[in-house]
């Protein structure tokens, strides 16, 4: 038989000798740990048959909280391998149940709640068992956690969309254009009705307010055709919001096409968006549909559109302007009703001023601006990003991973992830694949994640400091530390996460070290 160890935040700990975490100051210390009678190894055959069934793990509890019997489902979620063997010891890792289970064992009444094991929270519901009015255990249900959880998060997700979209109609409910459009419609109802466009944008996680700001704004621009202008760095997702605006237009059903500008070399570009006639130039062998003729009655998505040269910019306007082009090498003038949707990580005011790019394409293309943050920008994101990642990639690849340990998140909390969320996408399925515990801990992270944040302090500090063996006072590791995170994170609340500390506490060191002022006019530089 088991203790059922309790173990702070998920830490592993493997050996027998631990007690019980039911041995509390305020319960009864037991004196024997068989308090339940011992299970045949027949009847635990026939419990394995019947309780196989289910998809849940079934656990029998004695009295003083230690295992009894534990179903294959059970050893399979926690890591377990019950034998029934009095002369049998045996190790585990990272089983740690919450107050429910002294809860249930104290007051002998039903409990609900989840434990954190092996790196997950799993919904439990824990029952008394009773014979002759004698209390003699319990049972203790884990419910199957990854269907669950995924519908967990996506609700956690939905909730904050809904939550930030009535903020914002209530903001807007006094504008006459909401009254004379929508009439006497309710809150709710507004909110439903945008809510309808959400299951668009689904692929693009993220509760933060800037993404929850631009994916609000991208619903907008679905139900018009107007030109839509996506920047961001790379990696942020400027395509999956592309592909929404698309999926939630008027029209979805028609074609949603992909240029990447900055793929194709300059000559051959007008060929691959406007088509070529056979016999064109050398190699022409055959017509070609270009993608304009492609999309029509649908999208297109401008990749990169910082990349196109001065003369395709010149027969892009036309299109934008007349929605008519040529092939290569044709005469033929075609026209199509295509939506242009572009999406760039360059500067382009500052290409205007260079006459890199054409000051009247630019106004043409940016009817719609839609801005897309850096990862390090939205840090609340990462571990909900990291999460999916895992889940994704445990069923892609077969894994059973339950988890990331807190040391992972605060680290990758703390990274500025110049690739963004492309960087942390291949960064979570290189630690899946390669991950050989049952949860992903620090030690499994690049070191470039791992040991960034100790470059930046070392930057802070005077040249040579560490070479000279010279230590400086703790608060001037302090400051720096407290600083490149606000540095990084641009508020105390983000920051405070990245550090694993307090809102309050960060606000009082930043304030000690005389970081306020430095902080408002770094956040508006």
């Known amino acids: 038989m088991f203790p059922f160890e309790a173990f702070p935040d998920g830490v592993d700990v493997t050996g027998s000798n631990h007690t019980s975490p039911l041995q509390h100051p305020s319960l009864p210390q037991p004196k024997n740990r068989h308090h339940f009678p011992d299970i045949p190894l027949d009847i635990k055959e026939l419990l394995d048959a019947l309780l196989t069934m289910t998809s849940d793990g079934v656990c029998l509890l004695d009295s003083q909280g230690y295992i009894v019997y534990g179903n294959p489902i059970f050893e399979k979620m926690t890591g377990l391998s019950i034998d029934l063997s009095e002369s049998s010891e045996y190790q585990f890792s990272s089983l740690s149940p919450d107050p429910i289970l002294r809860t249930a ?43 669950w959880m995924a519908l967990h998060d996506k609700l956690r997700l939905t909730a904050k969309k809904n939550e930030y979209l009535e903020r914002k109609l209530q903001q807007n409910k006094n504008l006459s254009w909401v009254a004379a459009q929508y009439g006497s419609e309710s809150s709710e109802q507004r909110t439903l009705r945008l809510l309808k466009i959400t299951p668009a944008f689904e692929k693009f996680i993220g509760v933060h307010p800037t ?67 056979k016999g064109a130039f050398t190699g022409a062998y055959k017509k070609k549909l270009g993608k304009f003729e492609l999309a029509d009655q649908g999208t ?50 500052k290409m205007v001023e260079d006459g890199t790019f054409r000051e009247d394409l630019y106004y043409r293309l940016n009817v719609i601006p839609i801005c897309l943050p850096s990862l390090k920008d939205r840090c609340e994101d990462i571990p909900i990003l990291a999460d999916y990642f895992l889940k994704k990639f445990n069923a892609e690849f077969g894994r059973d991973l339950k988890g990331i340990e807190k040391t992972v998140i605060n680290a990758m909390t703390a990274y500025s992830w110049p690739g963004n969320v492309r960087e942390l996408k291949n960064i979570m399925e290189r630690m899946v694949v390669l991950t050989d515990g049952p949860v992903i801990r620090l030690a499994d992270l690049p070191p470039v994640v791992r040991e960034k944040p100790i470059a930046a302090v070392n930057e802070e500090l005077p040249a040579g400091s560490w070479e000279q063996g010279k230590i400086f006072p703790l608060e001037d590791y302090e400051k720096v530390i407290i600083k490149a995170a606000l540095e990084q994170h641009k508020s105390y609340t983000a920051a405070a996460k990245a550090l694993g500390i307090t809102h309050k506490t960060v606000a009082a060191k930043a304030q000690k070290y005389g970081l306020g002022d430095w902080l408002n006019k770094w956040i508006n530089k």
């Open 105 to 147: 064992l104290t007051s002998r009444q039903p409990a609900n709640g989840f434990l954190f094991i092996q790196g997950q929270e799993q919904p439990a519901a824990v029952r008394p068992l009773t014979a002759s009015q004698q209390f003699n255990g319990a049972i203790l249900l884990l419910q199957a956690h990854q269907e």
């Open 211 to 277: 993404v929850l700001e631009a994916l609000s704004l991208a619903a907008k621009a679905a139900r018009v055709p107007s030109t839509v202008l996506i920047r961001g760095k790379s990696g942020t997702g400027k395509e999956l919001v592309a592909e929404g605006i698309h999926n939630s237009s008027p029209r979805a059903q028609g074609p949603f096409i992909k240029v990447n500008c900055a793929a194709i070399p300059a000559g051959l570009l007008e060929s691959e968006l406007f088509g070529h006639e």
């Open 300 to 349: 297109i998505l401008l990749d990169e559109i910082g990349e196109m040269d001065i003369n395709n910019q010149t027969k892009l306007l036309r299109v934008l302007q007349s929605n008519s082009f040529e092939r290569v090498g044709g005469e033929q003038t075609l026209s199509v009703n295509v939506r242009v949707i572009a999406a760039t990580n360059r500067d382009m005011e």
